[in-house]
């Protein structure tokens, strides 16, 4: 069956990437459409992207907003949009090439049967497969998927991981409007909730290299955030199981 595919990439000041990772999408078999979303970047992404979009007219798209408005509202957005056209199968994915393009393909074929329907890109299924980190940051990010695993249960190795396929059932089924975080909390908090859901998740092993143009987004509060919002997740779960929504596919 010939699946509709669509790749969300959130962007802000990513001009040294933007450019080298639509061809690179553009070009992998089975039809990937892609869909980025800018957050007002400075440095003229949205506009590569224009550029780009005389090439690949029919499967490059671009929403602009004004301002840095996170990354969990960004996805959010494109799930929205994603859900109004129709896309069978929808990804995230980080701009910088710290995930592989071809990775994508593994990805869908994880859901494409429907045996599962969330396929997560996995640093740390098979081992800590991350190339081009300071190892205070690689214990950080693996001390924190075992930090949410005490926590609240899921039984993910890599929680914080941004590199995902989702079947359009999963965000169909979760209150879009009601998903609270939007840093690494927001990528625990999908995993979460899908899980609590009853959908089907399962790891693919990745090898995540550090980017070597532009500059990391992640700050101390992205941190904060997810720490607090593990134990606010686990606590809600408790007093207010989790629902499908039933309201329509974008609430």
Request: charged share 25%; hydrophobic share 40%; proline share 3%.
């Amino acid at each position: 069956m010939d699946h509709r595919k669509l790749v969300i990439i959130p962007t802000f000041n990513e001009k040294e990437n933007i450019v080298e990772m639509i061809h690179a999408v553009m070009n992998l078999s089975g039809g990937f459409e892609l869909l980025v979303i800018d957050d007002g970047s400075p440095d003229g992404t949205a506009n590569l992207v224009k550029g780009q979009q005389v090439v690949y007219s029919e499967r490059l798209h671009l929403i602009e907003r004004k301002g840095k408005l996170g990354l969990g509202t960004a996805y959010i957005t494109g799930f929205k949009w994603a859900l109004e056209k129709d896309y069978d199968f929808i990804f995230e994915m980080d701009a910088d090439f710290s995930h592989n393009p071809n990775d994508l393909i593994k990805l869908y074929e994880a859901c494409a049967d429907r045996s599962f329907d969330l396929a997560i890109g996995s640093r740390y299924i098979t081992g800590v497969n991350v190339v081009n980190w300071p190892m205070g940051r690689v214990l950080m990010s693996y001390f924190a998927s075992v930090y949410v695993k005490f926590v609240t249960g899921l039984p993910i190795k890599d929680a914080t991981a941004g590199f995902k396929c989702y079947h359009k059932s999963v965000l169909a089924g979760i209150k879009l409007n009601e998903v609270r975080f939007v840093g690494y909390a927001f990528q625990i908090e999908m995993k979460f909730t899908s899980w609590k859901l009853g959908f089907k998740l399962v790891e693919i092993p990745i090898i995540f290299t550090d980017r070597t143009k532009g500059t990391s987004k992640m700050s101390r509060g992205i941190f904060k955030e997810a720490g607090f919002g593990v134990i606010s997740m686990k606590i809600k779960s408790i007093f207010s199981p989790y629902q499908l929504n039933q309201s329509g596919l974008t609430e």
